[in-house]
């Protein structure tokens, strides 16, 4: 009797394993890949809805061409780009969804007296027309010019705005928003840009014809130095219940506080 008493205590105990196992895995997760400029506003997104939801979130910070392939081959649920979609990209079977707008500052050392470029004349500096600062009402002191590597979409926005696509002379070419700033805070020299939501207080963002990057100044379009930021997934295949949940939940009303908490501009 009591060998028959032990052995259904142990099948009791494996069922009750089991239905633990299959509840979380019905809590599912979701995984996003791509723009490490969005990482401020994405981790606070997905903070907020693995606290409410229990569903697993994980972010991995590449770069906006590595999210785009990495929906494309399924190796995430959802993509994140801080450009929009090429219509190459479109006809590969990719649907872009805008989440927010963001600021590209343009950033240069606490210790340079420049503080306002036009947009004319940043696409003459980082095209080699200006070489020294002296030339823009600054330090007689070379301009170093600081930007990110082919892909990001950082890149791609700034250089589309500026009308710089493949004209620009960096002297270095960087993997990471924060890299950038990193870079530009240890160098008196040099100019950079990144996401208006990164920016710290090691480095000073300059305006551009006169306007900062504010969120209102972004939100009504007069800092023409902005990008969205984009949810790429694949247009003829669903998403996972949890992956579909967590998109849901980040572009509905609910999310936009902690959109605007994140420094940039909700587009719902």
């Given amino acids: 009797m009591k060998k028959m008493i ?6 009791l105990l494996a069922i009750s394993m089991l239905t633990g196992c299959g509840g979380s895995e019905e809590a599912g997760s979701v995984a996003t890949d791509g723009s490490t400029s969005m990482e401020k506003v994405i981790g606070g997104l997905g903070e907020a809805f693995q606290s409410e939801t229990g569903i697993s979130f994980t972010y991995n910070p590449t770069g906006s061409g590595s999210g785009i392939k990495a929906v494309q081959e399924g190796r995430c649920d959802i993509g994140l780009s801080s450009r929009d979609l090429k219509a190459e990209e479109k006809e590969a079977g990719l649907t872009g969804t805008v989440l927010a707008y963001d600021g ?8 340079n007296p420049v503080s306002d470029l ?6 003459k500096i980082y095209t080699g027309e200006i070489t020294n600062w002296s030339e823009v009402g600054g330090n007689d002191a070379e301009i170093v010019l600081i930007g990110r590597e082919a892909g990001s979409g950082t890149r791609d926005g700034f250089e589309s705005i500026t009308d710089t696509e493949d004209a620009c002379q960096y002297r270095q070419e960087l993997t990471s928003t924060g890299d950038v700033i990193t870079t530009v805070a240890q160098n008196p020299g040099a100019i950079g840009y ?4 990164s920016v710290k207080d ?4 300059l305006t551009v014809d006169g306007v900062a990057a504010t969120e209102e100044n972004i939100k009504d379009g007069s800092y023409v130095v902005q990008r969205p930021f984009v949810l790429v997934t694949k247009s003829d295949a669903k998403l996972s219940d949890a992956a579909q949940k967590f998109f ?11 959109i605007s908490a994140a420094g940039v501009v909700s587009a719902n």
């Fill in 194 to 197: 990144a996401s208006v939501a």
């Fill in 6 to 11: 032990t052995m259904m205590l142990a099948a």
């Fill in 118 to 123: 036009s947009v004319e004349t940043i696409a």
């Fill in 104 to 111: 590209i500052a343009v950033i240069v050392n606490p210790e």
């Fill in 202 to 205: 090691t480095v000073k963002a």
């Fill in 248 to 258: 849901d939940y980040i572009t509905s009303s609910d999310a936009n506080e902690i």
